[in-house]
Each structure stands twice: as C-alpha cells, then as structure tokens.
Nanobody, 123 residues
Framework: QVRLVESGGGLVQAGGSLRLSCAAS????????MDWYRQAPGKERELVAG???????NYGDSVKGRFTISRDNAKNTLYLQMNSVKPEDTAVYYC?????????????????WGKGTLVTVSS
C-alpha cells in the first residue's frame, strides 16, 4: 500500500507562483510513475504533469513552460512548481502514483490517488 498526501494549495494571484508537494509513504519502493492531475469544477480530471522512472517528464499543453514537476527520492516527495499561474489553473490538484508490475518483488501495478489540494487563482 502507498499513501499520498498533497499540500501547498491555496489562493494565489494571477501571475504568481505556488509549489505543491505530494508526500508518499508505505510501499514507495514499488512506485514507478508519479503524476499530477487536476480537476476544475464541471470538468474532467486532466493530466498536468508526469514523471516516469528514469526522470522522463511530460506536461499538458496548457501548462508547458510554466509548471515543472520534480521528485526528491530521498524524501519520497513529488513537487509541482507552478509559475505564471492563470485563473484557468484553478482546480483541485491530485497526486497519482503507479506501482511497477513486478510480482516477484511484491509490486503489483496498483494505482494510488491522493485526496487533492485546492488551488485558486484570482484575477
């Protein structure tokens, strides 16, 4: 089992910056992928940024050049640095982790989600 706890959300003015954190605990040795998703009111959940094992990253088109995903393996923490935020970035931001599927070492490809942290960008 892996537990994910997000923090760092809040109210920020357009053009400002915010850093989200996602602390992972439990069976963290099995985690291969960690992503940030967001869901705005009335909209579907969408991928914001992803970080694969090997440090490969990918970003949603709407945040490219403004957001940066990173991970501190020693602290088992995922970050999302949000710069030049816009009102349309307002959403609940969720941390996601996926285990690698290697049953021989006790990792079974399970998905995990945090409970989310609210980011509100005022204009």
């Amino acid at each position: 089992q892996v537990r994910l706890v997000e923090s760092g959300g809040g109210l920020v003015q357009a053009g400002g910056s915010l850093r989200l954190s996602c602390a992972a605990s439990g069976l963290t040795r099995c985690i291969s992928t960690m992503d940030w998703y967001r869901q705005a009111p009335g909209k579907e959940r969408e991928l914001v940024a992803g970080l694969r094992s090997g440090s490969s990253t990918n970003y949603g088109d709407s945040v490219k050049g403004r957001f940066t995903i990173s991970r501190d393996n020693a602290k088992n923490t995922l970050y999302l640095q949000m710069n030049s935020v816009k009102p349309e970035d307002t959403a609940v931001y969720y941390c996601y982790a996926m285990e690698r599927n290697t049953p021989t070492v006790g990792c079974y490809g399970v998905d995990y989600w945090g409970k989310g942290t609210l980011v509100t960008v005022s204009s």
